[in-house]
């Protein structure tokens, strides 16, 4: 079973530009996750889908990030414009759906802002 | 409020025992995760505990007791390999997955 994959790795840019990360879940996985997760800390749920719709997005700074997950499979999420207190991993998450609470993480995108 | 808290950073020996505590204050429960991450890697899971009592996997064993907020991960015949940071993280009532900072364990030869 293939795991969740997020692309890029890694990804420097300067503050005020603009980012995307993408996130492809696990196959039939009806719940995707976003997460930050600054250096030394726990990561931060951001937001949270069930297929193209989106559950909590309480912590999501709305006014520089979106995020969304069209055809409820693969999702993005966008920094516009970065600032350098952003500078984090970014890690997606998928579980099979909503009560089945175990998470399967990707790798992460490692995002530094200068 | 939601609050988790772990030690930062432990120290233990090769072929030692080592316990991570964490303590929660959330609202409501629905159960908690321990997770382990490697630098620069991707939580993986390691165990889940929603009754109290211990959960035993291998080398690995989680406690829980909800009456006090409190759950414990006991890692016996640590190797190398265990040095990681062990995340704690709570679902409570209205199914949000809240982490812990980690604890950052480091085993010496």
């Known amino acids: 079973e293939a795991g969740v994959a997020q692309s890029p790795r890694y990804k420097i840019i300067e503050k005020r530009q603009s980012v995307a990360f993408w996130c492809n879940p696990i196959?039939?996985?009806?719940?995707l996750y976003w997460y930050q997760q600054i250096l030394g800390q726990g990561p931060k749920l951001l937001i949270q889908?069930?297929?193209?719709?989106?559950?909590?997005d309480s912590q999501l700074p709305k006014d520089r990030f979106s995020a969304e997950r069209l055809k409820g499979v693969d999702s993005t999420l966008k920094i516009q414009p970065a600032k350098l207190e952003d500078s984090a991993v970014y890690l997606c998450?998928?579980?099979?759906?909503?009560?089945?609470?175990?998470?399967?993480f990707g790798p992460g995108t490692r995002l530094t802002v200068t | 409020g939601q609050n988790i808290d772990q030690p930062t950073e432990m120290t233990a020996t090769e072929g030692a025992i080592v316990q991570i505590n964490c303590t929660y204050q959330?609202?409501?429960?629905?159960?908690l995760f321990w997770y382990q991450q490697h630098a620069g890697e991707a939580p993986t899971f390691l165990s889940y505990?929603?009754?109290?009592g211990l959960e035993e996997k291998g080398r690995f064993s989680s406690f829980l007791s909800r009456s006090k907020g409190y759950s414990y991960l006991l890692l016996k015949e640590l190797q190398m390999k265990d040095s990681a940071s062990y995340l704690c993280?709570?679902?409570?009532?209205?199914?949000?997955?809240?982490f812990g900072p980690g604890t950052r364990l480091s085993v010496l030869p």
């Open positions: 998450a998928s579980s099979l759906d909503m009560i089945d609470w175990l998470q399967y």
């Open positions: 196959s039939g996985h009806a719940t």
């Open positions: 889908f069930q297929n193209n719709g989106v559950v909590d």
């Open positions: 959330t609202s409501g429960f629905n159960g």
């Open positions: 505990n929603v009754l109290d």
């Open positions: 993280a709570v679902v409570d009532y209205g199914q949000n997955f809240v």
